[in-house]
């Protein structure tokens, strides 16, 4: 085949075939052909033309064996080799058949044709030219006088190049076009396959951000950790790890007992169990609850006012439903702001989004039962994409149709018009002749127009095969016996096409049957009518000079189509790998841009906790947590999904402050211009260090006109802990009163 390093898997894995078979094709018709002239046929040679066709035969079978590694080697000896055959015609056709149809005209016929799959247009080109030279060099040796006549055979021979050329470039061409429209529809499911997996391990990413660094920076930037102790330092350095990406998720299934343990074992409580001693899960199952876990845990700590809590594990058939209870102040959950990450979005849209459920059972006074119900995770054998697979079976069975359709009115048209007007005189009817033509043009164009349509042939199929049967008939009676078997019966093999055409879509041994049954009518129809002017070997290397081809195109275009089949799971598998490795590569990406967020702020504090150098009780340590907290915070409630931004994020550090203990006063005023995330970030910056700092007040005012967004905060807060803008584009003033600190941020869209 010609290089297909660049090919798509439809294209490549079709000519890969075509070529096998072709090749495979090439030895049968060789050893038919050949063996026919050894059983029938008198040679000046005998033993010799055993030799030969043995011989080559032989290596046609080599050949096939070789060709898939040595194939570019091996071409150019096969192109001597079949010359070489030709040469050999004054010992093994017999005497002075050289200029009709003899066995060695058979396989060279077979072989061009099959040479269109193995070659480039210029080497095929080349190839046929140089043993069409051999074969013409060896009838003049044999049969001088008459070597001429051949030349008609030769045309038709490289006639048939012509068309098994046109035949390989329409195969390629529908293999294409199927690659092409899967890669399209590839193409836009990786896209959305990439920004769901985007959104998907964004909420994972903000989710676990909340439970683990927010949460623990929350507990000490409120008093609530405020001793150094070995499960802070534990729990800061997992946390370390968890924003940075730098663990691994567990795969395959792992003891979920165990996993909620190691979780419990990093808080600041005394756990009582009620649980079996081992409980196996899918990990994905178990990392998802052990989500909703740390978080309920992390509730009892900051809201309970107790330090023991129950946690319980039950494991059915197919689901685990995991209880965190305590009998501390409880709560209204009727009262819980939807927005918030704690109870709405750590732990019942993390659970409902992974497929399970959350259910949060509390009243103030009677404390808290938050209970988690997972399915377990079932992992079904991957399904091929239908609509490629139709896309791709659809294209190729076009393509191959056309392809057909194509060749027969090239050969109806272009030979068969010729021949009847050359031979007119030798017909005992010419309007027969004509109205042949014209039923077998008119068959291929009813074809086509179905082909057009994209409509089947249905009830019309054998109807319009008897019909090319009859007129094939028809046709032969209007021809003297004497001349069925030579040139001025055009139908005899050409109607061959248009039957071919009609069963296409049948298996093999359908049309293997069919092109026999017309050309047996055809022998029939003569051996009836007379003596012809051909010998039986003659007759029988005649129809393999066309029927190995018609044959050729039959079983190309059969055995094509589960090769396509086998092509389009291929073509699955690999945009499928480049699918996974687009999302990999995404996420990773957006992983790092959002670590990066925190690298300068978040980590060093949580580096801090996780060495044993910063004490939690340090007041300066205490606020710069509190800080970062807020930050966090306001990170997590960033989403583009929410008309007025600015907005959503400072509510999120305003509510934050309020749980705090602190009194906040919110105000909006104006029509504001969208604002970039970046300049959010550096605009509100101010802001959420003073909320998060302030000791029991603060007043926050958002001022909006049609370019221009101003963000200022009055708290009782120490200015040291405000940071200082260094984006160009944000003006920014401060204003420390004697306990009362004013900080106000200004940008303007340009």
Not at 660 to 672: A, H, K, L
């Amino acid at each position: 085949m010609v290089g297909d390093t660049q090919l798509g898997s439809t294209e490549r894995e079709l000519l890969r075939a075509g070529t096998r078979y072709a090749i495979g094709l090439r030895i049968v018709m060789s050893a038919v052909a050949g063996l026919v002239s050894i059983a029938l046929e008198t040679t000046p040679a005998p033993l010799f033309t055993v030799f030969v066709v043995l011989g080559y035969v032989s290596w046609t079978v080599f050949y096939y064996f070789r060709y898939p590694r040595r194939g570019r080697l091996l071409i150019p000896v096969d192109v001597v080799i079949v010359s070489a055959v030709c040469l050999t015609q004054p010992w093994t056709v017999p005497n002075g058949s050289a200029h009709g149809v003899t066995w060695i005209i058979a396989i060279i016929g077979i072989t061009v044709i099959a040479y269109a799959w193995q070659m480039s247009l210029a080497a095929h080109i080349v190839a046929t030219l140089i043993v069409m030279a051999a074969f013409l060099a060896g009838a003049a040796i044999a049969d001088s006088p008459g070597w001429l006549d051949v030349l008609p055979l030769q045309l038709w021979t490289f006639i048939e190049a012509g068309l098994s050329r046109a035949l390989y470039l329409l195969v390629r061409k529908g293999a294409r076009d199927a690659d092409r429209a899967v890669a399209r529809s590839e193409q836009a499911r990786r896209d959305a396959a990439v920004a769901e997996a985007r959104r998907t391990d964004e909420r994972e990413y903000l989710a676990a951000l909340h439970d683990t660094a927010s949460a623990t920076l929350l507990m000490i930037g409120s008093g609530v950790a405020a001793t150094p102790s070995a499960w802070l330092s534990a729990q800061a350095a997992s946390d370390l790890a968890a924003i940075s990406g730098d663990h691994a998720s567990p795969a395959g299934e792992i003891d979920l007992v165990a996993h909620l343990r190691d979780v419990a074992r990093h808080m600041p409580l005394t756990v009582r169990w009620d649980a079996p001693a081992q409980l196996t899960v899918p990990a994905a199952d178990a990392v998802a609850l052990a989500g909703g876990v740390r978080e309920a845990l992390t509730n009892v700590v900051r809201h309970a006012g107790v330090t023991e809590t129950t946690v319980s594990v039950h494991g059915y058939d197919d689901t685990v439903v995991v209880e965190v209870a305590d009998r501390g102040t409880g709560f209204d959950p009727s009262r819980v702001n939807g927005h918030r990450y704690g109870v709405t979005r750590s732990i019942v849209e993390r659970l409902t989004r992974a497929g399970g459920s959350a259910e949060v059972i509390s009243r103030p006074g009677d404390g808290t039962r938050v209970r988690l119900t997972r399915p377990l995770t079932t992992f079904p054998e991957p399904v091929r994409s239908g609509a490629d697979l139709e896309t791709i079976r659809t294209g190729v069975g076009t393509a191959l149709r056309w392809a057909v359709v194509v060749m027969n009115l090239i050969i109806l048209f272009g030979l068969d018009v010729p021949r009847l007007v050359a031979n007119q005189q030798h017909y005992r009817s010419l309007t027969v002749q004509i109205l042949t033509l014209a039923v077998l043009i008119a068959v291929t164009l009813v074809v086509a127009w179905h082909l057009w349509r994209k409509r089947p042939l249905g009830v019309l199929r054998w109807p319009l095969v008897a019909v090319v049967f009859g007129i094939a008939a028809l046709s032969t009676e209007s021809i003297p016996p004497e001349l069925r078997l030579g040139l001025p019966h055009w139908s005899e093999g050409d109607a061959a096409w248009t039957l071919l055409l009609l069963v296409l879509d049948y298996r093999v041994a359908v049309i293997a049957v069919a092109l026999a049954a017309h050309y047996a009518m055809t022998f029939t129809h003569t051996a009836l009518g007379g003596d012809a002017a051909i010998t039986v070997a003659e007759a029988v290397n005649a129809t393999v000079v066309v029927f190995s081809y018609q044959l050729a195109v039959g079983v190309v275009t059969v055995v094509l189509r589960p090769v396509a089949m086998t092509a389009a799971a291929v073509t699955y598998r690999e945009e499928r790998l480049r699918t996974e490795r687009a999302v990999a590569e995404q996420v990773h990406r957006d992983r790092t841009e959002r670590y990066a967020a925190l690298a300068d702020s978040t980590a060093p504090l949580l580096a801090a906790l996780a060495s044993g150098k910063a004490d939690p009780g340090d007041p300066v340590f205490r606020r710069a947590c509190a800080v970062e907290a807020a930050r966090v915070r306001r990170l997590l409630a960033e989403d583009s999904s929410v008309p007025d931004q600015l907005s959503h994020e400072l509510r999120a550090c305003v509510e934050l402050a309020e749980r705090n203990g602190i009194t906040v006063q919110f105000t909006e005023r104006g029509e504001r211009p969208q604002v970039p995330k970046a300049v959010r970030r550096a605009l509100t910056d101010p802001a959420v260090a003073a909320l998060a700092t302030a000791a029991s007040t603060a007043r926050v005012t958002v001022l909006g006109a049609a370019d221009e967004v101003t963000v200022s905060v009055v708290a009782d807060a120490p200015l040291e802990l405000v940071p200082t803008t260094k984006d160009p584009a944000i003006r920014m003033s401060t204003v420390d009163n004697g306990g009362k600190l004013w900080v106000k941020t200004t940008w303007r869209r340009t």
